[in-house]
């Protein structure tokens, strides 16, 4: 499907948006439609070693669309959306998250164009446990209006039949290069490699459950080079379609997690464990692990690293070095 045509990549700046593109990269591709918002940001960065064929800016891409200037495209991964878990403006997710891929997805299929979009492990919402991408999402209730705005669009697609012709992909604790702009919203690896250097020590919020000890609640953590290689495999396989979970299948504590930081740093690990705002408190999950059923039974077999192996890729070849993806190539230029 890949190789079909252009590549159109909506949050190409971000995270695993840059990541999807670097992937592709790697594998000779780069008839590629790169599209995001700059803003004020230094995502752009994330951009400086990938290659790609042209770079439009979000609000421009529908103008395209309407005049027919995108034709060559011929499969659209959609990653662009406002991904913060504490923005209480519900207009702006809503149009953010939910109308413009609800645009996106009606253009896609009306030019059977191939058509993968990021939902969220948010909206399984308070259920912990292992989670599995064969619930009714009628019946989930997401947590916070970031993980409504994504369910929204899962039910669109649902009602609309949308889900047997298109990929939503329920992406776990995903981490890696490429996350310094998301300021709150960075992984915990990489707010953990800041405090490390600055201070010696890591903060972790205390457990409030007494079946947890602190720094024992537990998260899907998943490596944005193994998310992403599960996106493309998605993309390609045409026989895929419906929601599938993003993460690695097993998941690890947050003391596990931070110790890999420390032990990739040569350091002893020093944890100091703070009180968690009260308003956190009754949304918190203390367990929460990816089913990969589904993944799997497209064929998907790709090793995924384990923690402490991503955690020291991370950690030694782009935390340290300040690296971005694709800086490889240049012999290790920021």
């Known amino acids: 499907m890949l190789e079909r045509g252009t590549v159109l990549v909506t949050g190409a700046a971000g995270l695993i948006g840059s990541a999807v593109v670097w992937a592709l990269n790697q594998r000779g591709h780069e008839r590629i439609i790169a599209v995001d918002r700059l803003d004020r940001s230094e995502?752009?960065?994330?951009?400086?070693?990938?290659?790609?064929?042209?770079?439009?800016?979000?609000?421009?891409?529908?103008?395209?669309?309407?005049?027919?200037?995108?034709?060559?495209?011929?499969?659209?991964?959609?990653?662009?959306?406002?991904?913060?878990?504490?923005?209480?403006?519900?207009?702006?997710?809503?149009?953010?998250?939910?109308?413009?891929?609800?645009?996106?997805?009606?253009?896609?299929?009306?030019?059977s164009i191939r058509f993968a979009y990021a939902s969220s492990?948010?909206?399984?919402?308070?259920?912990?446990?292992?989670?599995?991408?064969?619930?009714?999402?009628?019946?989930?209730?997401?947590?916070?209006?970031?993980?409504?705005?994504?369910?929204?669009?899962?039910?669109?697609?649902?009602?609309?039949?949308?889900?047997?012709?298109?990929?939503?992909?329920?992406?776990?604790?995903?981490?890696?290069?490429?996350?310094?702009?998301?300021?709150?919203?960075?992984?915990?690896?990489?707010k953990a490699f800041r405090q490390i250097v600055e201070t010696g020590r890591v903060r972790l919020f205390k457990s409030y459950r007494p079946e947890f000890a602190d720094g024992e609640q537990r998260r899907d953590f998943l490596y944005v080079k193994n998310a992403v290689d599960m996106t493309l495999h998605l993309v390609d396989e045409p026989a895929a379609s419906g929601l599938f979970n993003i993460g690695s299948g097993k998941s690890h504590t947050w003391r596990e997690l931070v110790n890999a930081v420390f032990s990739s740093l040569g350091r002893s690990a020093d944890i100091e464990f703070i009180e968690m705002p009260v308003e956190l408190r009754a949304k918190y999950q203390y367990a929460t692990e990816a089913s990969l059923d589904r993944l799997h039974e497209t064929g998907y077999r790709q090793p995924i690293t384990p923690l402490t192996e991503a955690v020291r890729d991370y950690v030694t070849q782009y935390l340290v070095p300040d690296r971005h993806l694709g800086d490889e190539r240049a012999g290790g230029a920021s």
């Open 43 to 111: 995502k752009w960065r994330n951009l400086l070693p990938l290659r790609f064929d042209d770079y439009l800016e979000a609000d421009a891409l529908g103008d395209k669309i309407v005049r027919g200037l995108l034709s060559d495209v011929r499969s659209v991964i959609h990653l662009g959306a406002c991904s913060s878990t504490t923005e209480t403006d519900g207009r702006y997710l809503i149009e953010n998250n939910f109308t413009y891929t609800k645009m996106l997805a009606e253009w896609a299929l009306q030019h």
């Open 121 to 190: 492990a948010a909206t399984y919402g308070a259920i912990e446990g292992r989670l599995s991408d064969r619930l009714d999402i009628t019946r989930l209730r997401p947590l916070n209006m970031y993980g409504y705005s994504k369910q929204l669009f899962d039910l669109h697609a649902s009602t609309r039949g949308y889900l047997d012709r298109i990929v939503g992909l329920k992406y776990f604790n995903v981490f890696g290069p490429n996350e310094d702009h998301k300021g709150d919203m960075r992984s915990v690896v990489n």
